[in-house]
């Protein structure tokens, strides 16, 4: 089924449903698009922050395993060589 196919079937159904300002608001093509660019955008905003906490979340795990006391005194020997 094509997308212009499934709105047009939507619409039928729905739009007898809809109060008079929300069907003439789903009308208009401007509106749509709006609200799907929109929607999109905070998709892609969410996927960023997704990506980064997960991440900042490596770069923790790594920086504890750095303090361990192992780690510690690896990074001692380290300066002092240097």
């Known amino acids: 089924m094509s997308e212009a196919c499934f ?10 449903r809809l109060n ?12 749509f ?5 929109k ?5 892609l905003y969410r996927e960023n922050l997704l990506a980064e ?3 900042l979340r490596k770069r923790h795990r790594h920086l504890l395993k750095l303090q361990s006391p192992k780690g510690k ?3 001692y020997n380290n300066r002092i060589q240097i």
Not at 20 to 31: C, I, M, R, W, Y
Not at 33 to 37: E, G, L, Y
Not at 39 to 43: D, F, G, M, P, Y
């Open 7 to 16: 709105w047009k079937i939507y619409f039928v159904l729905l739009h007898p």
């Open 20 to 31: 008079k300002h929300d069907a003439e608001v789903l009308s208009t093509p401007q509106e």
């Open 33 to 37: 698009v709006s609200k799907k660019k």
């Open 39 to 43: 929607v999109q955008t905070v998709k």
């Open 53 to 55: 906490v997960q991440f």
């Open 73 to 75: 005194a690896d990074l």
